[in-house]
């Protein structure tokens, strides 16, 4: 049973240019959680998502940021126009039902050149 | 919102030695979580805990959550070389539709000397 799978690993963006990360939950998962980590500081809440639905994007910048979880394929950030305080990791985490134990994926570290 | 304060922020240890760290919050957390996050890597889950006073051990690792709710602590002994990590305590409330946002404390770096 795979774990949660991000991808990339690394991504390059120049500035002004769109990243795309891409998440697949754990086998089983419906609930996917995106988080945010910047360098030397702990993971910070950005949006959860269900199939098909946004329930709570509180800790999301209002601007360039958008999450989506499709019926099929991987729940995606995608992040418009990035600026260079966009550079952190961002790791996904999915559970099988609200409220039950996350797990993680590796995370995606976005630089932004 | 919620803030965590998580102490020391490193430590340098030889092996063998225990090591204690703990989180502190002015807020109730329902759930308290210790991870561990090796680098490049996503936080891995150590011990979860559920009910305030509550003392969990997972093999060299135990956790308690403490009884005022604000608070926990992880103590790990005779450290070992693969221990080296960042240690991260994260808590979660159960209230208001909100019990799946993790807060997450900033972490204590942990250098194990051999």
């Not at chain 2, 922020?9 to 109730?28: K, R, Y």
């Not at chain 2, 891995?44 to 509550?54: D, H, S, T």
């Amino acid at each position: 049973n795979a774990g949660v799978m991000q991808n990339p690993r690394h991504l390059v963006r120049r500035r002004g240019q769109e990243a795309r990360l891409r998440c697949s939950p754990m086998k089983g998962h419906s609930h996917v959680y995106w988080y945010r980590q910047l360098p030397e500081e702990g993971l910070k809440f950005m949006v959860y998502l269900q199939k098909e639905n946004i329930i709570d994007e509180s800790g999301m910048p209002k601007e360039r940021f958008s999450a989506e979880f499709p019926k099929e394929g991987p729940s995606i950030l995608r992040i418009q126009q990035v600026v260079r305080g966009d550079s952190a990791a961002y790791f996904c985490a999915s559970s099988p039902g609200v409220g039950t134990e996350a797990f993680f994926g590796q995370g995606t570290r976005l630089t932004v050149v | 919102g919620q803030q965590l304060n998580q102490s020391p922020q490193s430590m340098f240890i030889q092996e063998g030695e225990d090591v204690s760290m703990n989180c502190t919050s002015s807020s109730i957390f329902n759930t308290w979580l210790w991870y561990k996050q090796d680098p490049g890597e996503g936080p891995v889950l150590l011990i979860a805990l559920y009910k305030a006073g509550e003392l969990t051990s997972n093999g060299r690792l135990t956790a308690q959550f403490g009884i005022t709710r604000k608070d926990s602590f992880l103590n790990i002994s005779a450290s070992i070389p693969s221990d080296v990590g960042i240690y991260f305590c994260a808590g979660q409330i159960n209230s208001g539709g909100s019990n799946y946002k993790l807060t997450f404390g900033k972490g204590t770096l942990l250098t194990v000397n051999p």
